[in-house]
């Protein structure tokens, strides 16, 4: 929640703008409710935390190994893919297909992997309670690497760099008979390196962090027309009961309109069945705790993040929306189960899609390190 200093600020900030004769027709003026939304939406990044159920997050050793394996096409079983065959770091950490394919097509569109560790569940049905445990469904499942507990556990043991790699990130080598656990291990060291990725700030941040530092706002600092699409995301579009928070999503479920299938009903089945969820042996926080989970809505998906989404297209779980302005014409004409249609006209759709397009940059600031041999 937001002070009532940060707020004060805020408006202060925005008086400072008004000229001397009054407001201008096109000036755009928040209410304070609208400021308490905006400034909701930040700072950005957010602390760097460690995962409680992961030993090997925030490890740098891991974090190492990680990175060699997530692009190593040895763990698929034929020697063709890696998890960088869908994500790819140049693209966002997505592909931009409208469904990710390796061995072959999956069912949904591949979500991006940017600010991945603020997560809750992942998966765009929430099959997963935890990175590291979404990272073991690619490897195994047939349509992507395809492979096997023993496969993933032969190669880490078998492979010198690797064997080294792992025993600085575990304190003991690849176990030489239990594949599963192995197999796990891997999957902490894949979620370790994913921690990792995080979009940098961007034009909405600078106009946000004025705004609570309680600066006059530069003229050029932010345009007429993303301030516009702001005014409408987080007053009359109401879009941050979805989209909040600053990484702009609320890390839950809704049902979007895009599809009829079951979504998130499915997926909780998927993780309470799992022999990897939070409730298993290979959680490594003591308390062993489920995330509280919320009744299922029938084709309710997990709510992106929004930031950096211009480089992640196509958009939705199906894939089928190329660009931002589909989206948006989505909401305001058909609308979902959270939210009736906006009934916005084709200026404000234009706005709010500038608006959109302020919560990216055009570069991912990643780039792969030379870690030298394991010694």
């Known amino acids: 929640m937001q002070s009532r200093s940060a707020v004060a600020y805020a408006l202060a900030a925005l008086a400072a703008l008004v000229p001397a004769g009054g407001v201008a027709a096109d000036e755009v003026r928040f209410t304070e409710a ?101 990272s073991i469904r690619p490897i195994v499942d047939t349509r992507e690497l395809g492979a096997t507990r023993r496969h993933v556990a032969e190669l880490m043991r078998k492979d010198e760099e690797l064997a080294c790699r792992y025993r600085r990130s575990f304190g003991s080598p690849p176990s030489a008979t239990d594949d ?30 004025a705004f609570a530092r309680g600066e006059p706002l530069k003229a050029g600092l932010y345009s007429d ?58 959680n490594d926080d003591p308390q062993k705790r489920m995330h509280p989970m919320q009744e299922p809505e029938a084709g309710a998906f997990k709510v992106p993040t929004l930031r950096h989404l211009m480089l992640t297209a196509p958009y939705g779980h199906d894939g089928k929306r190329e660009t931002l302005a589909e989206v948006v014409r989505h909401y305001s004409e058909r609308g979902s189960s959270a939210l009736p249609p906006l009934k916005l006209s084709a200026a404000e759709q234009t706005d709010l899609v500038v608006f959109l397009e302020s919560l990216s940059t055009l570069s991912n600031p990643w780039r792969p390190e030379d870690h030298g041999r394991c010694h």
Not at 41 to 62: F, L, M, V
Request: net charge positive; charged share 25%.
């Open 225 to 282: 027309a993303a301030q516009r699409g702001l005014k409408i995301f987080v007053g009359k579009g109401n879009c941050s009961t979805c989209h909040g928070g600053p990484n702009f999503t609320n890390g839950e479920f809704r049902n979007n309109g895009f599809s009829a299938e079951a979504g998130r009903v499915d997926g909780l089945k998927a993780v309470q069945a799992s022999r990897f969820n939070l409730l298993s042996r290979y």
């Open 180 to 209: 599963e656990e192995v197999l796990v291990n891997v999957a902490k060291v894949l979620a370790a390196f994913q921690e990792t990725f995080e979009s940098p700030p961007t034009p909405f941040d600078r106009f946000r962090n």
């Open 34 to 134: 609208e400021v308490r939304g905006i400034l909701a939406h930040g700072p950005w990044p957010t602390p760097i935390t460690s995962d409680p159920s992961n030993r090997a997050s925030g490890r740098r050793a891991a974090v190492e190994l990680g990175e060699r394996l997530f692009f190593d096409t040895r763990l698929s079983t034929n020697g063709r893919f890696s998890c960088g065959t869908c994500h790819v770091p140049e693209r966002n950490w997505t592909d931009n297909r409208v469904r990710g394919a390796a061995a072959a097509e999956v069912d949904r569109n591949t979500p991006t992997l940017m600010n991945v560790r603020l997560g809750r569940w992942y998966g765009w049905d929430g099959g997963a309670d935890s990175l590291w445990s979404q």
